[in-house]
C-alpha cells in the first residue's frame, strides 16, 4: 500500500520559503533535492511544480533570482529570500502551527 | 501589496512573453543537466538517468505551458486568439460579413439616430428654473370646437384669487405689431406679457434685464426683450441694440435685454414686450370684459404639492367662477380648464410621432438582427463540421461559445461603428423634421448619445448571434442537426416578415395621407400667385392716406406687363394662422352672427364664422367661385354702404335652401363691440364657395368677407402674375412699394403653391421617413426569405434529386420551394396583423391619433410582400428545379 502523501494544497510555498531561509541562495534543483532528502519517502514532490510555485512567489516578489554559476560550474538561477519573504513565512509558519495544533487535537483519541 | 505585484508581473508577462518564457526554458535545461549527473554519478546508466529525471520533473511542455499561463493573463491570450480566428473567418466570407455588416449598420444606425432625437426633444430638461413645477393652464370649450379658449382678464383675477397651490400665475398673447428701429421696419409677431412672467417661467437675460413687475401697468415707458432667435439671426448678434428706442405700430418703447435661449410657448415670437406696448392690453374692455379672452396662462407650482392636488384646487376654483357666471359658462359650450406640465404640454405634438418613429427603428432592429442571425445560423449550419471538432477539443462548451461571441462581437462593433457614422447625419436630418412638431428640436445639439445606443444594440445584437445557433453536443461528434437550424431559419424569417409587414403598412397609411392632402384642392389658385405682406400700421398715416397706398400700389403693379391681377387680402393663406386675436378674429373659432329672418339652429347653437377683408376682384382673380349674387367691386368704400359676402357654409346655416343674397347679415357676438365692430347690419351682396385658408386639408368653415376698403385689416397683396416666374416680380414690388411709401415694409414674398409645399412638409418628410424605414425593412427581409429558401435547397439537393430520379417533373419541384416561401410569408403577414393590432391597442392607450393604418394600406403592404417575398423564393425555387439528379446523388 502506497503510504506517501500528496503535498497539501499551499504549502509548498511554505517549505520553499523556509528552505530558502534556512539554506540561504539555492538553485531550483538544489530545493528540489533538499524537499526530497527533508521529505524522505513520506511526501510525493513533483518537481516541475517547484518551479511554478517559484514562478509564483517570483511574482509576489517574496524570493529574488539572480543568475551564477553552481558547485558543479554549471549556469543555474539562485533564488534568495526577499524580507517580504521573511515577514510572509513567518506570519505563514505560526498559521500553520496553529492549524496543525487544532487538527492534531481534533484527530487525538480522547 | 503581493496581489497588485501579480497583477504587475502578469500584466508584464503578457505583454513580453518570449524573454521569461526562454529563462524558464534554460532553467529546465539546467536542472536536468544537474539531475542527470546526480543520478548518473548514483550509478545509474546515461539513458536511464535521463528518463528518471524527466518522469520526475513531469512533462517540461505542460510545465512551460503553466508556467506561461501563471506569468501571463491566459484568459486574454484566449480570447486574442479568438480574436485572430474570427478577424480570419470574417474576411474569408467577404459576402457573409459585408452583408452583416450593412445590416447592422442599418439597425443600429436608426436606433442611434432616433434615441437621440428622442432623447434631445423629449427628455432633456427645458432650460427654464425648476421646469418640473413649470405649468400650462388652458381653458378649452368643446361644445363650440375650440380647443384653446384663451384666458381673460377677469378670469385670470378670479382664479388668482382662489388658488394657494400655484404661486404665481403669468400672462401672455400674442400681437403683430409693425417694429420700427431695428433696421428695415418689418412686422414681428410680440409677446405681451405681465411683469411676473419671466419669474415664473424661470428664465434669465443674456444680456441687458427681462421685463419686471415695475413694467407693470398703464403708466411705464414701453420696454422690449428680444427673443436669443432674433437677436442672434435678424440681428447678428448686436450688444448695441441694448438701449435702442423703437416703436411698436405707434407705441414707443427701449429694447433693455436678450433673452436666453428658450423654447417659445405658446407662439415663437420675436420680441417679447410688457402690457402698455399693446393700448388694447389696457382698455376697459380688455380688463372688465370676461369674455374678451386673449391671454395664454402660466403657472408655477407650489413647493411640496403635486399635480393631482394642483388639479384638484384647479377644479374647485373654476367650478365657482362657472357657477358665479352661469351665462357665459353655458352648458353647451363645455367650458373645461386644464393644467399640465410646460414640458409636456410642449412635447405633445412631438411624442406621437417621435414614438412611431422609434417604434419603427425598432422594429428596424428587430428585422435586421433576425435577419443577421439567419445568416449566422445558414453559415453555422455549413461549419458543423469545424464547430464538432472544435467542441471536441475545447474544454467546454462553453469556450466554443466564447469564440461565437467573439465573432458576433467583432461583426457586430464593425457594424455599429458603421451604425454611429450612418446615424450623425441622420440625426441632424431627423432634427430638423422634428423641429415642425416641436420648437425644442430647433437648438437640438448632436451628443454622444448615438455612440452609446451602437454600444449597447452591438452588445445585444452580439449575444443574441452568439447564442442563435445550437452547438453540436461535444459528445456525439459530427453531427447533421440541418433540420433544427431549417426551423430556426424560418422562425426568423417570420419574423422579419411579420416586423416588415407592420413597418409598410404604417408607410402604407403615411403615403396615404399625403396623396390625399396632395390631391386635394384648395379651392382657389396657388401657382403663380405671389403673396406679400404689406402690412398697414404704424407708419403715422391717415385712413384715407392708407386706402390710397394700396390703391395706388393696386394700380400701378397692375401697369407691369407680367402681372394679371392685383387684390388685396387680410391673411395668406396657412401662413397668418396663430398670431393672437384679431380685430377681425378676436377669439378662436370666429364670432357668432345673425341674419335677419334667419333660421335658428334646432340645437339653439349660435354659428360663429370667421372674419376677413378682401379687396375687389379677389375672389376672381384668385380663382374662388361665385355662387350667388356679386364680389367687392370699386364702389364698395369706407364710406358706401356696409356689405359682406358670406362662404357657402354660411348661407347654408342661415338661409337653408334660399337665397341669401340682400339678407342683412350682423355680428351678433359679444366681443364683437369689444373690439368696435358695429352691430348694424350689413348687407349680404354674394355667396362664394368655401375655402379653408388655414388647413391645408379644408374643413368646412364658415367665413364672413368684409370689403377690404370698410375693414383695413393685414395688408397681404396678392399678384397674379402671367409668366413662369411669379420671383422675377418681387424686386419690381418691393421698389414699386418703398417709391409710394419709403418705410413700408415688404416681407415675405412668396408663392401660394410654395407656402402650401412647406405646410405640407411634414407630411411628406413623414413618408419619406417612414418610407425609407420601411423599404430598409423590406430589402432586408426579401433578401431574408431568399437566403433561407437558398439554405433549404441546398440541404435538400440529395432529396430533389432522388424525386426527379423516380419521376418527378422539375415543375413540382418549383412548386415545392415557392411554397415553401409563400408559407413564411403568409404566417409572417398573419402574424404582422395580429402584432401590429396588439401594438395599436397598447400604444393607443398611450398616444391619443394612434389608429390602425386601415384596410388599404394593410392590403397594399400584404400585396407588395407577397410579390416580392415570392420573388425572392422564385430563385432558390429554379434552381431546385435544375438540380441535376445524377450530381445530387452523388453529393454528400
Partial sequence: ?110 | MPSVYVALARLAGFFRPHRHDVEFHLELREHIAMAIDDKMRGGLPPEEARRTVLVELGGVTQLREEARAARGLPWLDGLLLDLKLAIRQLRRNTGFTIAAVVTLALGIGANAAMFSVVRGVLLRPLPNDDEAHLLYLRQSASGLGVENAWFSVPEINDLRGRLTKITRLAEFSTTQPTLFGLGEAREVRSGVVDGGFFEVMGLRASLGRLIGPADDGPGVPGVVVLTHRFWNGALGSDPTVIGKAVRLGGQSATVIGVLEPAAPYPEETEIIANMVTSPHHLSATMVTEREHRMTEVFGRMAPNTDLAAVRAELQTAYGGIQRSYPEIYTPHARFQLNVVPLREQLNSRATTILTVLLVAAGLIFVVACANVINLVLARTARRESELAVRAALLPSTMAVRRTLLVESLLLCSVGATAGVVIAQPMVSLLARFTARYSVRAVDFQLDATPLWIGVALALVAAVLLAFAPSLPKPGRAVQRSTGTSARRLQVFAIAQIAASFMLLSGAAAVVRTLLALEQTSPGFQTANVLAVNLPPGGLGRTAAQTLTFYRNVRARLGELPDVAHVVIGSNVPWRDIGGGPTRLNPRPGGMQFTAEGAAAAPSGEKPQARGRAVSSGFFSALGIRILAGREFNDNDTAGAERVVIVSASVAAALFPGQDAVNRQFRWSDPVARLVNFSEEPRRIIGVVADIDDEQVDPQTNMTVYHPFEQEVAGGRLFVVTRGTKPYALVSQVERIVKGLAPTQPVEQASTLEDIRAQVLSPARVNTIVLGVFASVALLISVIGIGAVLAFSVSGRTREFGVRLAIGSPPKQLLLIVLKQGAVIVAAGIVAGVALGWALTRVAGAYIPGMQSPGAAALTGATALLVTTGLGAALGPAIRAARTNPVRALKYE
Avoid at chain 1, 502506497?2 to 509548498?12: A, D, K, N, V
Avoid at chain 1, 517570483?58 to 529570500?81: E, H, L, P, V
Avoid at chain 1, 510572509?88 to 480522547?110: D, F
Wanted: one cysteine or more.
Fill in chain 1, 1 to 110: 500500500m502506497e503510504t506517501r502523501s500528496p503535498i497539501l494544497q499551499g504549502t509548498l510555498d511554505l517549505m520553499v520559503l523556509k528552505t530558502l531561509e534556512q539554506l540561504g541562495p539555492l538553485h531550483g534543483y538544489g530545493i528540489a533535492r533538499r524537499l526530497e532528502q527533508v521529505g524522505q519517502d513520506a511526501m510525493v514532490v513533483n518537481q516541475g511544480t517547484i518551479y511554478l510555485c517559484l514562478v509564483r512567489l517570483m511574482q509576489k516578489k517574496f524570493i529574488s533570482a539572480k543568475w551564477g554559476t553552481s558547485d558543479n560550474n554549471r549556469k543555474a538561477r539562485f533564488y534568495s529570500i526577499t524580507r517580504a519573504g521573511r515577514a510572509q513565512l513567518k506570519l505563514e509558519a505560526e498559521s500553520w502551527v496553529r492549524i496543525s495544533g487544532v487538527i492534531g487535537r481534533v484527530l487525538q483519541p480522547e
